[in-house]
């Protein structure tokens, strides 16, 4: 679905992308992860031709960049920012412009404001949304166009639990129809449950890639069983053949309660790998 290689980006002197090389399969959900400044939506706005790039190759639907034509542009939708919202139109005028804009059909807003939960608020001017009413209008406006591929750049970034379920929700549906989804996010929790593959982006670079099980796995350097005993006791045992007897006399013996490997979370594995601790979206906010 999109293959890049050696992409290199710099604004003036700074190099921001340092030869990135991607390949990314049809139907997947991928996550690009990486502190803020890493280059992930510089990334996002190279694929879609948004910025030019110095260096490399990339091809989306299997053609270059610069070949699509403006029907696989149709096919593309994008969500990113705050743009192409406008404040004084309607949640159903502003989807009217998109609709007119990619050349959909205007009955399908009705739907794509249903299924976002933004029916009763289809009146609404946009300026009087909240921050998650807003995310899905702007969710709204791409699903409206039954991508084929779609980048959402931090879509649930400032999002209530709720909002935040209710957005996985729909990106899982698009998979389910077939969509790919490429995203961006700071949040390795969602990472982990939606992406089946992720690329830890630093400094322009991919540090690593993989499922984020896989990963996980790959820098479980503790190798240990941790066993939580009825008693309130904790163990914590090697992860190997010289724990087997002692597990399975606990076990035999009804004592377990919880027994876990100790494999790190992706959140554990990325600091480890980028030295920084991942913003939150608060202490990004107030830089
Ligand atoms: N138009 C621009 N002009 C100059 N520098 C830019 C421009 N856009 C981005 N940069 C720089 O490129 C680097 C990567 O920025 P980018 O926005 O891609 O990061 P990011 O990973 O999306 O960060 P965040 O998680 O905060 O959204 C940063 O150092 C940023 O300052
Ligand atoms: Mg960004």
């Known amino acids: 679905m999109i293959k890049a290689k ?18 990314i399969k049809p139907g997947m959900i991928f996550g690009l992860l990486g502190p803020s400044g890493a280059g992930k939506t510089s990334l996002i706005r190279i694929i879609t031709g948004q910025l030019v790039f110095e260096s490399g190759e990339i091809s989306v639907f299997g053609k270059p960049v610069s070949e699509l034509s403006g029907e696989d542009k149709r096919q593309i939708g994008i969500m ?36 976002v939960g933004l029916a009763d608020a289809s009146k609404k001017p946009a300026m009087k949304l909240s921050k998650g009413m807003r995310t899905r209008l ?9 991508p084929r591929l779609l980048f959402l750049d931090e879509p649930t970034s400032g999002l209530d639990p709720m909002t935040m379920k209710y957005v996985h929700k729909l990106i899982l549906e698009q998979k389910a129809n077939g969509c790919t989804v490429f995203l ?95 913003e939150s979206e608060e202490e990004i906010r107030y830089a």
């Open 138 to 146: 702007q969710l709204a406006r791409v699903l409206m166009i039954s």
């Open 184 to 278: 961006t996010t700071h949040n390795m929790e969602e990472a982990s449950c939606l992406c089946d593959e992720v690329a830890l982006l630093n400094e322009g670079k991919i540090i690593d890639r993989g499922a984020p099980g896989e990963i996980c796995r790959k820098y479980n350097h503790q190798k240990k069983v941790n066993i939580h005993l009825k008693s309130g006791e904790d163990l914590e045992l090697e992860h190997g053949a010289s724990s087997s007897g002692k597990i399975a006399e606990l076990m035999a013996q009804g004592q377990i309660e919880t027994i876990h490997s100790s494999e790190p979370t992706l959140e554990t594995v990325f600091i480890e790998l980028t030295g920084r601790k991942l």
């Open 6 to 23: 050696g992409i290199c980006k710099s604004f003036a002197d700074k190099k921001v992308i340092t030869g990135v090389d991607l390949d």
């Open 80 to 115: 990113m920012d705050d743009h192409g919202v406008y404040d004084r139109l309607s949640c159903i005028e502003n989807l009217k412009i998109f609709a007119d804009i990619y050349g959909v059909p205007r009955s399908r807003i009705k739907t794509a404001l249903a299924q």
